[in-house]
């Protein structure tokens, strides 16, 4: 196998990769235990979509450790939610919402937007709100920690009056963002419910209308996560209707009895969605995705987050780890490395054969693999380092792409976030990034130092840099400083072996 299709192979398999976890989120994926449902199943004619519902300015709030919210008494819903860790340069707050309908209730189709009363809570971190109409007392326990995202919280219905009534379908909404001016980081949108060990997953961008059963539903984007577990099955909703998202349960009518009282508890877990962060109060695995590749990111962002232990600096952590893979895969670079040198010293010999049975190609197979036989060369060895790191570099990129905590964590001089391009000027509308450059010229330097022994594989040695910065322009500093840094510790590395090879 030549040189030069040895390295398109191996980058054309590690380009497909990229982009196939780049460019498609797990929304567009269905696993073998998905399945998939129809959009012409019945919908809710009483979801209410056109205008978010309106808020006064009656607020209350309630704070921990974590976030900061402020609870409308006009319909007992969450308006605002900001978290009070990973913040951005310049950020105030990390809003979670734009403008929020968070537990707002619909009874029969009809928005209540009643106003509700504070009342005195029995328990520590407890808001209680309560009110009545047509004889039905509604209330809302919202029951939160110092130290957890996830709030307990508990809906409350009990008939006042001495009659039967029977409640119309309750619709509690758990979230709206407008697909048309949300931030860039909401762009990976992924809407999923799961049902006992069943999940069902579908863009929802696409979805017009839906009703799903089951008991968990989650809502992620790159660094938020919605996420609602009941114990009683619920039929979540979502709507996409004029570009605006709507999602949220319905509870089918029910009749309350004189004096009777019905109550609904679930968690409401609105916090990141690393997983890192999220693991330590939802346990279910399928919630944060599942795979090969998402488990070597786990692995390697937990050794990445050891050594950040030790150097409180998550670009530094970024470089140490860099150096460690180097280390751990510098026996298979110096073999591939040495191989491909002797590789070039056989060419003239290759050449030969190759003249000699052109018109017998099992013949020239022969020869040419007695040849590698007696020099002791394997042809594949070239391959082998590249194709063994694919899985690290992918690992990496899914750990660095969704990990809240490069969001707002500078390394030095110009990189002031981690989870952002290092943008330093504007050139019209291109920004000037020096991350994608600095990779350029040390891939440039590092194809240099390759053996090329045709004029093929020398353009490739242009091309294959310039690929890799059009590709890779606007990625995280995080990811780009990995790959800067395992491109100088190559130079080192090929400048030490071929040095070391001379003698």
Known sequence: MKEETRIIIAFGLALLVIMFFSMTSPKNRSSENEQPRSIEQPVFENIQSQELPEISEKMVEIKNNFYTASIDLLGGKIVYFALNQYKRPGEENFLFFQKGNTLLDMVGGETIQ???????????????????????????????????YSMDVVLRQRNATNKT??????????????????????????????????????NIARQMKEKIPGTICVVKTRYQMYYFKSDQPVEFYVENKDSKINWGFYIHPFDLSAGQEWKFPFVLYIGPSDYFVARNEIHNIKVFGTGFFV????????????????????GLAIIMLTILIKIIFFPLTRSSLRSMKQMQKLRPYLQDIQKKYKENPQMMQKEIMNLYKTYKINPFSGCLPMLVQIPIFVGFFLALRNSIFLRGSGFILWIKDLSLPDTVAMIGAIPVNILPILMFIT??????????????????????????????????????????????????EQYYIYKFSKK
Do not use: C
């Open 114 to 148: 009643q106003e509700y009363r504070v009342v005195s809570p029995a328990m520590k971190d407890t808001l209680v709100m309560r009110t009545i109409k047509n004889g039905i007392e509604f209330e809302k326990v919202i029951q939160y920690a110092s130290s957890r």
């Open 295 to 314: 488990s070597m990111g786990r692995l390697i962002f937990y050794i990445l987050s050891m050594i950040h232990r030790i150097v409180p600096n998550w």
């Open 165 to 202: 009534v029977n409640v119309h379908g309750i619709t509690i909404s758990l979230g709206s963002i407008f697909l048309n001016k949300r931030h860039p980081e909401d762009v990976t949108m992924e809407f999923m419910v799961l049902n006992g060990n069943k999940p069902t997953r579908f």
């Open 443 to 492: 891939s440039f330097l590092q194809q240099r130092m390759t053996p090329a022994v045709d004029q093929s594989q020398k353009i490739m040695n242009v091309m294959l840099p310039l690929m890799m910065l059009v590709l890779f322009y606007n990625f995280s500093s995080g990811l780009l400083l990995y790959w800067v840094t395992m491109n100088l510790a190559g130079l080192i």
